[in-house]
């Protein structure tokens, strides 16, 4: 039972000088960005969607917010980083078994 102890404290003075109980920075804006807008103006994203697309539903989690677009062209999610203020990446859903959606 000693040596369990002596064991976890010699781990825990090694975590702690390898810096095991720091976060990761949180990412930054990009400052370029924010240099291009005046101060108190909101960054404006445009994202580009299919005619007679509509906003399906919305779910955030953190610095990013996936957007479901429903669209008669065939449905797709876009995840947005709030942070950076851009798009992350675009999934086009397929119905199983159907034909791919055209873009």
Do not use: F
Request: charged share 15%; no cysteine.
């Amino acid at each position: 039972m000693g040596g369990l102890i002596v064991i976890m404290t010699a781990l825990l003075i090694l975590g702690l000088t390898l810096g095991w109980n720091k976060k990761a920075p949180s990412p930054q804006p990009d400052p370029a960005t924010a240099a291009a807008r005046p101060a108190g103006e909101p960054a404006v994203l445009e994202i580009e969607t299919a005619p007679e697309s509509r906003l399906y539903t919305l779910a955030g989690d953190g610095t990013r917010v996936a957007l479901h677009i429903a669209a008669p062209s065939g449905d797709e999610i876009v995840v947005v980083d709030t942070i950076a203020n851009r798009v992350l990446s675009r999934i086009k859903l397929k119905p199983q078994g159907g034909p791919s959606p055209t873009p």
